[in-house]
């Protein structure tokens, strides 16, 4: 018993239509089906069909439609009934040579060009009814009908029946609804005998997914596996071993040492397509996201996920631990580091590798290799600016061809931004900083050393330059920490959304005289928790040209106070103190600046201040002179 574990992935109901010339008993079959016996008397036309779900062997809605010569309504007529339908059962008289060349000469072309006009491939059933009336019964008009398939490979199968003995009816109406739901056309050449390139390497996908191990086999553990994904079933040894032995008998190469290769593994469908059992394929490829195109369908790569503005997606513990043991698995050197081969192998179930150079965003190995590390962050980075591409690649790479579910359980989107800000305090486990400064404060250096990195080359069609690493504060909490470098090109639109981050560093250098000034600029229209940190410290620091020194007006806008950078390698101790601050001012957004006001606001202040001083100076001299 095969289950169909994906019927989304099916077709939801299928319209049989028959064809054929008058009188050679299409509305006889469907009368015989319905009844279950032989009508007496036939009308020119059967009505429409319904054949319930649950009486259907796929369990799915069967819509039979009887087309009559006798009652011939024209040609637009014809032609929107064919279109209508999923599969035509093309009948003919096998005591009627001239019903057989009306179908090799009229009924077969028509349906060939009704196809090619809709770019669709629908399937027929070639049905020779009456065979009752054959009279010497040794005698089969199966081979007349060779020719013919070989011309048409539209042509799914050829039935023989007869409507007045009940014989093969039930079977004929199973196959045109088989030939829909499990084509053999995308699978299989019939005349080279082999499968088509693009089933063979879907197969391949599905192979390298389960293949757990990554050795290039599947072992009896595997294949059992394998068995229980897709037909939640387990595999009988007697039928493994059954399997292994046919393998054995006609593929050379296909078990080695006990366990079933690639080769053996395709031949084994090729074997099911031929003999018939082809749902046997198609529920493995429904199974790991395949449509009768052969291609993994936008319902298994993208799955619904809502994600309000100001939230953001990040993986759950379930998705990263899939990631990791997908990381172990292609590690075959067991170094911990995956090699440009090794990462290849990885994504050779995707259309491709979908990072590019990476070395410049995350921790690398010293010949740039992807660390574990590294490798944890990259994902972590990519499902917070990408979610639907990253969750698009978690489907390609068979996270949801197992018992999880789809990739909705490997991720989780975080509450609006805006209310971790009315509550204090974040719950994110992945946090995001955007650095902003003016032109040559040392906005790169300082992002580059949260991965610990020098100089480092940024691609040139971009000003802007990225990084993530996990950082551990207060203790053992551990959080993930983006800094992404706002560029000129893109300062004033993140501007006028307030910043729309979790924490705006605001770089200033302390050799300039002017750099604090132009930062203040920038700080006076965020809206998200600040900080300003005064980079190139190991330099000759200069007097600010600006009314309060970077202390006093933090503490008057009720910042942090500022934090003082240095890049220089030596330094890594005091780096990644900075670092740990900036994660716990954003894990606690505007616990320090519950106080914060506008600059106009603390200068009108200010202003009031000196006036209300220079009035009580006055008015104290007043008094001195009055006594």
Same mark, same amino acid.
């Given at each position: ?22 009188? &050679? ?16 008397? &036939? ?47 093309? &009948? ?18 028509? &349906? ?49 029946? =007869? ?175 995956? =090699? ?54 978690? /489907? ?8 999880? /579910? ?110 604090? =000034? ?39 806008? /009720? ?69």
């Amino acid at each position: 018993h095969y289950y169909i574990t994906n019927n989304l992935r099916m077709k939801k109901e299928v319209r049989i239509l028959l064809l054929g010339d008058a009188d &050679v008993g299409k509305t006889s079959l469907i009368l015989s089906l319905v009844s279950e016996e032989f009508p007496q008397h &036939v009308p020119l036309r059967a009505e429409e069909i319904t054949i319930p779900a649950a009486v259907t062997p796929e369990g799915v809605p069967t819509h039979i439609v009887d087309f009559s010569s006798r009652e011939y309504l024209g040609e637009e007529f014809l032609i929107k009934e064919m279109q209508r339908a999923d599969v035509f059962c093309l &009948v003919y008289g096998v005591d009627d040579e001239k019903s057989l060349e009306s179908t090799r000469s009229y009924w077969l072309p028509k &349906v060939r060009e009704i196809n090619d006009g809709d770019n669709l491939s629908r399937p027929v059933i070639l049905v020779g009814n009456k065979d009752d009336l054959l009279l010497d019964l040794d005698e089969s008009p199966l081979e007349s009908v060779l020719p013919l398939m070989n011309e048409y490979p539209e042509i799914e199968t050829c039935v023989e029946c =007869s409507a007045k003995r009940l014989k093969n009816i039930s079977e004929l109406f199973y196959y045109a609804q088989k030939a829909v739901l499990h084509p053999t056309a995308p699978l299989y050449l019939p005349d080279l005998g082999k499968l088509k390139p693009a089933c063979a390497e879907a197969l391949r996908r599905v192979f390298r997914i389960c293949d757990m191990d990554n050795d290039g086999f599947l072992s009896d553990h595997e294949l059992n596996e394998f068995q229980k994904r897709c037909f939640n079933a387990p595999l009988q040894q007697s039928n493994l071993m059954e399997v292994k032995n046919l393998i054995k008998k006609y593929c050379d190469n296909g078990i080695i040492d006990n366990k079933m290769s690639e080769m053996g593994f395709l031949f084994l469908h090729t074997i099911f397509i031929q003999k018939g059992r082809h749902e046997t394929t198609w529920t493995v490829l429904r199974k790991f996201g395949y449509t009768d195109q052969l291609e993994v369908s936008d319902e298994y790569l993208r799955p619904d996920l809502h994600v309000e503005s100001g939230s953001s997606v990040e993986l759950t513990d379930e998705g990263s631990e899939y990631l990791i043991s997908l990381f172990h698995k292609h590690d075959t050197d067991r170094d911990v580091i995956l =090699s440009p081969s090794e990462l290849a192998n990885l994504f050779s179930v995707c259309p491709n590798i979908p990072w590019g150079d990476f070395s410049a965003s995350v921790m690398t190995s010293e010949m740039g290799w992807l660390t574990l590390e590294g490798y944890e962050a990259l994902w972590t980075l990519n499902m917070m600016l990408y979610p639907e591409h990253t969750m698009e690649y978690l /489907g390609y790479l068979g996270y949801n061809s197992d018992t999880r /579910g789809t990739q909705l359980t490997a991720v989780q989107v975080t509450p609006p931004r805006q209310e971790d800000f009315k509550r204090q305090v974040s719950c994110r486990n992945v946090l995001l900083s955007y650095v902003f400064g003016p032109k040559g404060c040392g906005k790169s250096c300082f992002i580059n050393r949260l991965i610990r990195k020098g100089e480092i080359e940024i691609s040139p069609e971009t000003d802007r330059h990225i990084c993530i690493n996990k950082i551990r504060y207060q203790g053992q909490e551990e959080k993930y920490f983006i800094v992404q470098e706002v560029g000129a090109g893109d300062q004033d639109e993140i501007l006028e959304k307030g910043g729309d981050c979790d924490l705006a560093i605001i770089l200033y250098d302390t050799s300039r005289q002017d750099s604090f =000034s132009r930062a203040v600029e920038i700080q006076e229209r965020l809206d998200v928790p600040s900080v300003f940190i005064g980079a190139k410290s190991d330099k000759t620091t200069v007097k600010q040209d600006y009314d309060y020194t970077p202390e006093q007006y933090s503490q008057m806008a /009720g910042l942090p106070p500022p934090l003082f950078f240095s890049a220089m390698p030596d330094r890594e101790s005091s780096q990644l103190k900075i670092f740990q601050s900036c994660v716990l001012f954003a894990s606690l957004p505007f616990q320090q600046q519950s106080a914060a006001m506008p600059l106009t606001k603390i200068i009108t202040t200010s202003a009031a201040v000196a006036v209300a001083g220079v009035a009580a100076f006055f008015l104290f001299r007043y008094v001195r002179h009055g006594r």
